[in-house]
C-alpha cells in the first residue's frame, strides 16, 4: 500500500509525502511505517499504540475509526494520513 503523509508529519518521514509500506491491513501497514521512522511512531500513535485522535486515517478516501484499522489493505490501496491543525 502506498501511505501518504502531509503537513506537520512530513518531517517524521525525511519529507517523503509517498511511501510503499507492506502489510496485510491498514494497521500492519501503519506498523511497518512506523518501524520505519521512529519518530514519526512516538507522534502518530499513543502509549497503547492506538493512532492519537489529532490524526484521521483514510483508505482510499474513506475516514476509518480506530476499530476499523484492521480493514483488508492490497498492494494498490492508498492510506492517507491527515493531522488536524488547531489555532485561534
Known amino acids: 500500500m502506498i501511505v501518504k503523509v502531509r503537513g506537520i508529519l512530513l518531517r517524521f518521514t525525511d519529507y517523503r509525502t ?19 521512522y521512529p519518530n514519526l511512531g512516538e507522534v502518530l500513535l499513543d502509549r497503547e499504540g492506538a493512532v492519537r485522535a489529532t490524526h484521521l486515517i483514510a483508505l482510499n478516501g474513506e475516514r476509518l475509526t480506530q476499530d476499523e484499522l484492521d480493514h483488508e489493505a492490497t498492494e494498490d490501496d492508498r492510506v492517507d494520513i491527515v493531522t488536524a491543525i488547531s489555532g485561534g
Open 18 to 36: 509517498e511511501i510503499e509500506v507492506d502489510g496485510d491491513t491498514v494497521r500492519a501497514g501503519l506498523d511497518r511505517l512506523t518501524e520505519r
